[in-house]
């Protein structure tokens, strides 16, 4: 072939002249043209009209539901006006107003959403014999008839008068002859949660007492369920922002809106806006009200229901000439990128607010996301026609042609052009074919006639024999192998023996083998010396491999099995010996009675015994090589409790079975899983990559999602929380991997079930020194006597709180310079190193020891918080610890209030739970500390038998500035407070933020606010 030949052949095809090109750019005209042509029909034919339809529809369906829940609002208070108006007519006679009040209440059609009735005089105003005297009627919720039952007088099962109860003493404060609707409450007498209308009795402007309908808001959303064919979703609210009535929207156990909006992010804005509102109308009626703060203050002390802030909100309500608060009008809420919500928010009379709307797509540009998705797909139809059109094209010319250039650029003897399309191409093909065929047959001849004098010319070369043949197949070897001389110096080692030794073969050659490999026996307590000196003599048992433990370089001990036998030369004579290690995979890799030791009896998986070798030595490798990056999940199964509970012992060991063997399946036998702890697991991912890594981890946990175990029949679905952990060189100890990686699952966990939390394992070089120093000062203040107790006195907020004093315990350790440091600092050491208990200890014979030496401090002590460890919380040497200190001691159990992290109870709950239920059976006083409004916290408080619940400080330090701190505040103290259980703010620091957390209603507040810390152990301050 001539140059000119190949120049040619080397010169490509510029785009801009390729059909390639051509095609495509025809293509996206034609794309361009009939895509405008499409999207301006879609807008002035469908999109416009269809868009005003829907509004008109959409606002007739709002206006719709409001008049519907307004007129059955206008019925209950005609009810309420008409036996209003019999008990001013026939205030006094008994008999009549009994028969005339049961004839108005059974004419009530039988859907109706009310559910009791009464008049209520003031003491001794109606019958001057009696203090109570009202006359009060229940309907029975049959909805076929409705009974009407009329009750001598009303009791409460508590024996409480109803004239300070939080629906009777606003009346007092009416300003007009209409209902007074009071917010959701629960009803002593029927149990129930209901909402009542009020109304006064006033006689020559004197106030005689108050007559009540009582509707049930369950049989409101009953009669109301034909509406949710009228509205997408609404939300029917009192004026204390609870839910009476909702439709079409998830409220995932949520009573309020605060803490509706706390997962529905739409409902934020509208929840400050409310709140504002109402601050508002209160600031309006103190400046129109004179005498404001008492008549609060008096409204408060009347009702022993009523808190400070709520009696504020209410006189406001019943002040205020017009409510800004609830005039109608309309929100646009952007949801995410795709959709909106249209929101109407109106007054339905005085019973609330309806916050009524729909779901509407995003505008962009202008133009709504329906429009932009219409003409989308209409533009896209039309472009994957023509990009069709433009591959097929392609396909049938293009493709071939360019396939054509490519094998004519190749040399002649090489080249066999594609003759599979039955066109002219193809024709064209099989003439270049022909022409190659023959040159090919030219090369071939002169090829045959070159190799014949080669093999003429050849000479044979005598073999040499490779002396390092021997070494190489050592070296291939996965078990570490050293090979010593006569003195037991180190001769030659393998790749596998330089990485589990961390020396190399230049390094180690001439040393002794106990200076190099450093080998205990197997417990990891006892050096074992002059191994290679010991194997060469004549008794020394050879080929029978002994468990040991080899020490790594930084530390580390790796479980081994260690086997030798002399190296002899020609004549017999021995000149060294071969040591050989199986280190810590070969251990887990092989049968018999190791292995099964291994193996977790219920599961088949590796164990917690397997895991730690595994990691150790990953760890190790890791260390010395960068390239032996790895992955470990820890797991942990979400609601394992529940499982138990539904299905008893024997099914949940099945679930566990078949859970294993379905993590198995779904990482791979080359991924070792484990079971660590009842239902907790962990596998190993040889991966490096964190992306390939994270794909397991979600492949695996939508795998156990859609998975259902079922037993019996019954199916129930299930999910687990995954810490995803990349370790590397830089990692630092197999223990620090493991605890970063079970505090990524408990992260998951917080998060929500079902979640993965990834990360990277750090070693904290400074963290590591930090602890020897801390472990160090701790030993030596427990020998030396230099740990100290101090207390800070705790304020209660109520008036119904208890009136004695309580107090905060607090340790200090004085170092050498005599200066004290917070139990903050060093207790996470102590916890790491199994030392927390005896502190746990240290501090509890300390409070008895000064609360036996004065027993009038024990009398003026109501109860003193003792915080505990997690170590203590798990161990039941320290239940029978607390025992004997009430049994030897005139300490009342109620005086002591154990203290547990929520963070600790998470990560240990069934220890946690049998600890509390323990100390609860004793008598003694429990507190749960660092808790938000997480759905796990509310789980807690619910499951746990504490009295106390201490709020996280992070959530309430702002609450004085912050309205949407506030509302989350109040709305934790709500569910603490309907559980039955106090709440307790920490870190109170301004009189303000003391100020708001008591008219939330907390009922104590630590903090310097209230007090400092003080070493005078138990000193009340004023």
Known sequence: MNPGTNSIAE???????????????????????????????NQQAVAEPLRQTTQAQFSQQQQN????????????????????ALANALWGRDTELRQLGQQLLERLPSDSAIIAAGIWPEPRAFQ????????????????????????????????ISYHGESWYTPTRYQQTPDCYWTHRYTDPFLRKAVITCAMAVRRDDRYLGATTIVLDPARLERSMAALSRVSPFYVLLDHDQQILSAEGIELRNSDTLPTLAQHDKRFGLITVQLHNAVQQRIGDARQRAGNWDSAVAELSDNSRQLSHLQAEQILARLYAEND???????????????????????????????????????????????????????????????????????????????????QLRLPAEDT???????NEIGVIGELINARHAHIRRLLEAAQRKSRVEARKAKT???????????????????????????????????????????????????????EVFHILDHSGKQRLAQIATRALQPAAPTGRAIPVMFKTRSGHHLPCKLSSAPVRDARGANEGVAIILND??????????????????????????????????????????????????YLDVDHMQDINQAFGSEGGDEFLRQLGRLIQSDVGEGNPAYRLHSDKFAVLLDSADPAAAKLTAELLSADVQSWGFQWHGERRDVSVSIGLIMVDKDSGRPADVLRQADALCLQAQNEGRGRIASGRAQADKDERRDDRNWLTNIKKGLAEDRFHLSTQQIRPLQRNSDDGHVFSTLMSLEDDEGFWTGADKFMPVAERHDLAEQLDRWTIDQVFKHLIKDPELTVGIDFCIISLSVSSMQSPRFLDFMIEHFKDSAVSPSKICLDLSENNVHTRLSSARDFCRTMHRAGCRLSLSGVSTRPSSYKLIRELPVQLVRFDPALTHSADRDPVERLATESLHRIVHTLGKQSMALQVNSAELLRVLQGIGINYAQGDAIARPTPIVFQAQA
């Open 11 to 41: 010169t490509p095809v510029r785009w801009l002249h390729s059909l390639r090109f051509a095609l495509l750019l025809l293509s996206l005209l034609l794309t361009l043209i009939f895509g405008s042509v499409a999207l301006t029909l």
């Open 65 to 84: 539901l409001r008049d519907q829940l307004s007129d059955r609002i206008r019925n209950a208070e005609h009810v309420a006006q008409a036996l209003n």
């Open 128 to 159: 001057r014999e009696k203090v109570r005297s009202g006359l009060y009627w229940t309907l029975s919720p049959n909805a076929d008839t409705r009974t009407v039952r009329f009750h001598d007088d009303y009791n409460n099962p508590a024996n």
């Open 324 to 406: 800004s608060a609830t005039n109608q009008r309309d929100l646009l809420i952007k949801g995410d990128a795709l959709t909106q919500t249209a929101l109407n928010i109106s007054n339905l009379g005085s019973i609330g607010i309806l916050l009524s709307g729909q779901y509407q797509p995003a505008q962009v540009a202008g133009w709504s996301l329906d429009i932009w998705i219409s003409a989308g797909v209409t533009a896209g139809a039309i472009g994957l026609a023509l990009m069709l059109s433009f591959a097929f094209s392609g396909r049938v010319v293009v493709s071939p042609l360019h396939r054509l250039i490519q």
């Open 416 to 422: 066999h052009v594609d003759t599979t399309p039955a």
């Open 460 to 514: 044979r070369q005598p073999r040499v024999e490779d002396s390092d043949s021997g070494w190489a197949v050592i070296d291939a070897m996965a078990d570490a192998v050293a090979m010593t001389d006569g003195n037991g110096k180190i001769r030659y080692l393998n790749g596998a023996a330089e990485t589990l030794s961390g020396w190399n073969l230049a390094q180690a050659r001439g040393l002794d083998f106990d």
């Open 584 to 633: 810590a995979r070969s251990v887990l890799a092989g049968s018999g009675q190791i292995a099964s030791e291994l193996r977790d009896k219920l599961t088949g998986l590796l164990n917690r015994q397997a895991f730690d070798v595994e990691l150790a030595s990953r760890c190790e490798s890791a260390r010395q090589n960068l390239a032996n990056t790895f992955a470990l999940l």
